[in-house]
């Protein structure tokens, strides 16, 4: 499978739910935890304080690496001259994202070779985001989540464009679609 764009089997079953290609991992009570890794990143979801309305989403994006920074969510859809894709996070079915993304780590902008445009970037290694969700009533929603990893020194790894979390909102939680 391509690792810029998952559907059908590789897409994760739902939050707190072992599906191909992820695990889940023990959260507090009422928090489902999601983990996959892609492209040279670890990626873990965590949906908490959920009602009936909605919720919140963690995610951290892990570099495997040391030296790997991601994108900034400012970088262009296609990248500055091409290059990288921003960090993005976007939602379907009975979920929307009211807010945009929050993701608490400084921005800086680096120059790449052959290019004289600077690219805004986060510093290397992990990220930590949070998108507040709003559910408009029970059934099944889609996260899709973007990224790509470079290091300065080590180049660039494969964008992660559109990985699949399939969920089933289920009144005040999120559960395992189908």
Do not use: N, Q
Request: negative net charge.
């Amino acid at each position: 499978m391509s690792a810029r764009r998952r559907t059908g089997a590789a897409a994760l079953a739902a939050l707190g739910v072992l599906a191909a290609g992820c695990s889940s991992a023990p959260a507090a009570a009422g928090s489902p935890t999601v983990r996959f890794d892609d492209s040279g990143v670890t990626v873990t979801l965590t949906a908490h304080d959920w009602s009936a309305a909605g919720g919140t989403l963690d995610l951290d994006l892990a570099p495997d690496e040391s030296g790997f920074h991601l994108y900034s969510t400012d970088l262009p859809a296609d990248g500055v001259d091409g290059v990288g894709r921003p960090t993005a996070v976007r939602v379907d079915g009975v979920l929307a994202a009211p807010e945009p993304l929050a993701v608490r780590a400084e921005v800086r902008r680096i120059t790449l070779a052959g290019s004289d445009t600077p690219v805004p970037v986060y510093p290397d290694g992990p990220v930590h985001a949070t998108l507040k969700l709003r559910a408009s009533g029970r059934g099944s929603a889609t996260v899709y989540v973007s990224y790509a990893a470079c290091g300065e020194a080590k180049g660039c790894l494969m964008p992660v464009l559109d990985h699949p979390v399939v969920l089933t909102v289920d009144g005040p939680g999120v559960s395992a679609a189908g």
